[in-house]
Structure formats: structure tokens, C-alpha cells
């Protein structure tokens, strides 16, 4: 998003907060909010998958090159997610350091944190699609090859 996109934004959510300058820091607040919620349960299925791949990563590996690699592939995915939304959502940037004295100023740099969260967990979900993907495939390669 642009800065000009950002100051458009920024102007609006202050008009909704009737110019109440805390009222519409609060507004973003609540967003940077949703994106850590979005983030733990991103971390949570991927340390399902880490878990499941502990326990059956072995069999799945022995059905072939293409179950070992899909595997192989898909968690380092699944793993590439979890380190972007560690170092991209869940680092500690705390929205009282973008304070100014001008309330627009401010809204405008709490946005532009928020859109880098937004971002970055953009990011991870896509990652971590790919990788869950190809660790279904592997899967269902174990399930074709039983007996």
C-alpha cells in the first residue's frame, strides 16, 4: 500500500473516531491484533505438521524419492512460514514508539506497522500453504503405496 493509500486511511479512521486521536489508534491496534491471533494459529498448525512428520516422516520417506522429497520440500515450507511470521509478525515493535504530536502522522505510521505484519503474514500463509500441500501429497503417496 501506498503512503498516499496510507494517509487516505489514516484520514478516514480518524473522521470515524469523531477526531478522537486514542479512539483511532485503537482502531489499529485492534488489527495488529487480529494478525498475532492469525499468526498463533499459523505457528500451531505448523508445529502439528513438525509433529506428525516426527512420527510418520519415516514411512512416508520409504514409499520413494518423490514421497521423500514432497515431504522433505514441505516442511522446510512449513518451517520457512514459521521463521517469517516469527521474525516478521512476532517482533516486538510496540505501537507507542511511532507516537507523534500529530495524530494523523501517527496513525499513518502505525499503519505502515501494520501493513509489514500484514505482509509478512501474507507471506508465511503462502509459504506454509505450499509446504502443507506438498506434505498431503506425500501423504497420499503412503496411502497409495499400502498394502
Known amino acids: 500500500m501506498s503512503d498516499g493509500a496510507r494517509a487516505r486511511e489514516a484520514a478516514r479512521i480518524l473522521a470515524l473516531a469523531g477526531g478522537d486521536a486514542a479512539r483511532a489508534f485503537e482502531v489499529v491496534e485492534r488489527q495488529l491484533s487480529v494478525t498475532v491471533v492469525r499468526t498463533q494459529v499459523l505457528l500451531s498448525l505448523s508445529g502439528i505438521v513438525i509433529t506428525v512428520t516426527g512420527f510418520s516422516g519415516e514411512a512416508i520417506a520409504r514409499v520413494g524419492l518423490a514421497a521423500k522429497a514432497s515431504i522433505s520440500l514441505g516442511i522446510l515450507l512449513v518451517l520457512a512460514a514459521a521463521v517469517t511470521v516469527i521474525l516478521g509478525v512476532l517482533r516486538v515493535r510496540w505501537l507507542t514508539q511511532v507516537l507523534t504530536d500529530d495524530p494523523s502522522e501517527t496513525l499513518l505510521l502505525a499503519l505502515r506497522v ?17 509446504g502443507f500441500s506438498l506434505y498431503c501429497v506425500a501423504i497420499a503417496q503412503l496411502l497409495l503405496h499400502a498394502r
Open 114 to 130: 501494520r501493513d509489514d505484519k500484514s505482509a509478512s503474514l501474507a507471506r508465511a500463509s503462502w509459504l506454509f500453504a505450499a
